[in-house]
DNA sequence: CCAAAAGTGTTTCATTTACACCCATGA
DNA sequence: TCATGGGTGTAAATGAAACACTTTTGG
């Protein structure tokens, strides 16, 4: 029988980077590591990678074990293979980011499976490299983020446009001027004004808009400017 | 000990997609693959990770075996995992692309390590997903090069506007207006105009430029607009 | 002098920005 | 009524596209 003989085998991992949003703040979904090493430790959610399974396949199990859902946005990273990274043995892990809408499993997320939201700045540290992939993920998602309406997937089916603004705030962490950037979101047609208003947040109130998602899906791979251009 | 038991371990391999421009064309480098199975089937250029290096050094090592260059802009693609990609034992393999100066080092590569290029639409059927890869590369290359001046490692050190122009064209494959091409590309101020002309290409001659490394570098994560915008 | 490619000029149109100002409403 | 955010209007600046036209030079 013909074999790759003498060629060494690894583990190999998922780490999801799971991000919300909470109305205000970026957060990230943490959990109590359940095995040695580290035991105990805060961790991104992850796991290793089955015999019938490929690494998508893992990541998407992994994040339905953790957070009750399905369907996720979820988007390659990169592979983390640092030879010591892992001090126990040698393991690849492949990194993903996920997108969620916190607000719509909040529950199921914290009492069945023990894992946490931290905002993004104000997180423990955790385990082995994952630091490093959270820091690699925001900069994916401000990247992406910039030419494509990734940030919907992180709210709730209605929404409102201040809300989205904040959002876009939040992740790229800079200002936004509200009236050009309502304009803008807008005008790429993705969207579809609702009769009702949010009246929490103003006196006014602010329209619900939903995506159209026919015109999502089709537009996704176009390039949009969804943020102010740096002036030099 | 501690270990993480009875957790599947599998190969881990690299394989790169290696491009490069003859100036009419768009080309990748290949190779015949030198072990079983497919023994002596056209492959893209990989290799197993070894113990003591991460992925990217993997590449860069069998980069380096195959072409005798050193240096070479390299990118993650993705990881493919099919459980079943590999007929003999499972391996999971991480995709890179590759951009280099097809002119550089042309003797080497064919005669020392037995690799050829081919016209990108011209190539023999490749083993395993690696068809998949070239067409994943592809997708990626144009996606980058519509945004970041990639495309410029493709070309010597010395080129004009035009091989620019034509190359572009190809990695698109859409006609680009020339003359609103060489301004926007001039526009970005990456580019330094050199005294000298090629006089091959035409009667005129058009005049070389070079790039301002420090500017290139500085600039990468810019985002650039160097494709004519779609007319929906 | 002519053909052919390089590359500049110019007009038109679209997008982006900056910011004045109006709107709706709860307190 | 007034403070507060939501949202529209608008003018100026910038950028992109279309395409006429000039330049250069080998044959």
Not at 64 to 77: S, V
Not at 158 to 168: D, G, M
Request: glycine content about 6%; proline content about 5%.
């Amino acid at each position: 029988m013909i074999e790759y003989s003498g060629q060494p085998h690894y583990l190999v991992a998922v780490d999801c980077i799971v991000f919300g949003f909470d109305g205000e703040h970026l957060k990230v979904l943490l959990v109590k590591r359940g095995l040695e090493p580290e035991i105990n430790k805060w961790s991104l959610i992850g796991g290793f990678v089955g015999p019938d399974e490929t690494p998508d396949d893992a990541a998407n199990r992994v994040l339905k074990k953790n957070t009750g859902l399905t369907g996720i946005y979820l988007e390659q990273l990169q592979i983390y293979g640092e030879p010591t990274r892992d001090p126990i043995e040698r393991t690849l892990s492949v990194g993903y980011f996920a997108l969620i809408d916190i607000n719509k499993y909040q529950t199921q997320i914290n009492d069945d499976f023990h894992a946490e939201w931290f905002l993004i700045n104000e997180r423990p540290k955790l385990i082995f490299d994952h630091d490093t992939m959270i820091a690699d993920a925001r900069k994916k998602l401000r990247y992406k983020a910039a030419l494509h309406p990734i940030l919907f997937e992180m709210l709730p089916k209605k929404f409102t446009i201040p809300q989205l603004h904040i959002l876009f705030e939040e992740v790229n962490d800079t200002k936004i001027d509200t009236r050009n950037f309502s304009r803008k979101i807008t005008s790429t047609g993705l969207l579809e004004k609702l009769e009702e208003k949010d009246r929490l947040g103003s006196k006014k109130g602010a329209f619900y808009f939903k995506l159209d998602k026919k015109k999502y899906h089709a537009n996704f791979q176009k390039f949009l400017n969804l943020l102010p251009n740096e002036k030099s």
